[in-house]
């Protein structure tokens, strides 16, 4: 009966308001994409919900110098290849400059058949697999560091605690579904704390100092790519105490929504890539995933998603 009067609530508070439509081409590997992100969900400021088709969060966008707050859904509607998006009243004023962002966070402007062809048979089991964007990339990279050898549910655990700990409450005024509980923190949240701060959550000092140093570097790294390219991005990136190529090429895949990434070193990609009778190398992985380029962070997705239905 609890569970049925938050749902409700849920969805009484999405209803009050008419989506605006976001059109997408089919195919569109809906639950694949929607499975991603539940695995990966952090209490508090997200739920999916796969059977429905929707996505909830709560979300923060600074535009011109000011903050808005407030959260958002996105209700999938397969039959018409679109996606309803409905933004709460906080965030209104940044509704235009808030599109983009949302097309990118979804994949809606990926081109199913352009990816395919280049990818070939690897992406036959799952046509139209998009990349999973994301909304806020200091929370993204923060999530990126947390999940830095550990397991993702693991790494979801560490997240969600860093979001109760250090998150800022939604306001009675937002009005928001009583699943969406907190803001992520923004990156001047981080960068004054002391490495015990972070530690005390059950992530390990070396981790925690890299959170701190990734914070107070946020204002330079937001926006590398745009000064010096995906080059410098990745440079800049591994700057960062504690962050190295695989980590960077993460941050850069689904934070910056980079169709060609590739993170050396995977042990999943080097296994699917590989046949049980000879392994390949670092080099000769290279040389396949060179040719997914330009499109190998869908290929990353792929093999990933071949690796997690294999068990």
Not at 116 to 141: C, K, M, T, Y
Not at 185 to 214: E, F, T
Request: charged share 20%; net charge positive; hydrophobic share 45%.
């Amino acid at each position: 009966m609890a569970r049925w009067r938050v749902y409700r609530r849920n969805i009484l508070a999405i209803a009050e308001q008419a989506p605006r439509w976001l059109g997408y081409r089919s195919p569109y590997a809906l639950d694949s994409l929607l499975s991603f992100l539940q695995a990966r969900a952090v209490e508090g400021i997200e739920q999916i919900d796969v059977g429905r088709a929707c996505i909830i969060r709560s979300l923060r966008w600074l535009h011109d110098g000011q903050t808005h707050s407030g959260w958002l859904s996105a209700q999938f509607d397969p039959a018409m290849s679109r996606v309803g998006l409905c933004i709460s009243p906080g965030l209104s004023p940044v509704a235009e400059d808030l599109m983009p962002a949302l097309r990118r966070w979804l994949d809606l402007d990926m081109d199913p058949h352009q990816v395919g062809a280049v990818l070939g048979n690897i992406a036959d089991a799952e046509p139209g697999l998009r990349l999973p964007g994301s909304l806020d990339r200091f929370e993204l990279a923060v999530r990126a560091v947390l999940g830095q050898q550990v397991t993702v549910a693991a790494a979801r655990t560490l997240a969600s605690r860093f979001v109760r700990r250090f998150g800022t409450p939604l306001s009675a005024a937002e009005s928001a579904p009583a699943a969406l509980q907190f803001h992520f923190p923004h990156a001047a949240d981080i960068a004054g704390l002391d490495v015990a701060d972070i530690a005390a959550l059950g992530i390990i000092r070396q981790r925690a100092n890299s959170l701190i140093a990734l914070a107070r570097q946020w204002s330079d790294l937001a926006f590398a790519h745009q000064q010096g390219g995906i080059d410098d991005a990745l440079q800049q990136l591994q700057s960062v105490p504690g962050i190295g190529p695989w980590t960077a090429h993460y941050m850069l895949m689904r934070g910056w929504s980079w169709a060609d990434a590739f993170p050396p070193g995977d042990v999943v990609l080097k296994k699917q890539l590989s046949s049980a009778q000879a392994p390949l190398s670092p080099k000769q992985i290279q040389a396949v995933a060179s040719t997914y380029a330009p499109y190998r962070s869908y290929a990353v997705l792929q093999l990933w998603r071949r690796a997690a239905l294999a068990g």
